[in-house]
């Protein structure tokens, strides 16, 4: 499973950006994908939890993000979006796409992550 992330580059804020992530090499035959998110770490920090939604379509949003970022998802094209308005400084940082796979027998969950993409917030 490979996960390919882009968007990511340099904004002032109060700016926008839109990051996209597509998973390929996914067994349909054999998983769902059960979850699709993202998450970020910024230097000296721990990677938090930014957004995700479910193969049902249940999103969950770090509360530092409500009501400025979007998750999305098309799962025909077992791709997620990230939409962000009114950037601040604060949400500088690696972003990283992350899903979570589910064997449709077992039920048993694999998680991969894709390469970061920088989102830079700077006047």
């Known amino acids: 499973v490979q996960l390919q992330a882009s968007g990511g580059g340099l904004v002032q804020p109060g700016g926008s950006l839109r990051l996209s992530c597509a998973a390929s090499g996914v067994s349909i035959s054999t998983f769902g994908i059960q979850m699709m998110g993202w998450y970020r770490q910024a230097p000296g920090k721990q990677r938090e939890l930014v957004a995700t939604?479910?193969?049902?379509?249940?999103?969950n949003y770090a509360d530092s993000v409500k009501g400025r970022f979007t998750i999305s998802r098309d799962n025909a094209r077992s791709t997620v979006y990230l939409q962000m308005i009114n950037l601040k400084p604060e949400d500088t940082a690696e972003y990283y796409c992350?899903?979570?796979?589910?064997?449709?027998?077992?039920?048993?969950?694999?998680?991969?992550w894709g390469q970061g993409t920088q989102v830079t917030v700077s006047s």
């Open positions: 939604a479910t193969s049902g379509g249940t999103t």
């Open positions: 992350n899903v979570r796979l589910r064997h449709h027998l077992t039920l048993s969950s694999h998680e991969y």
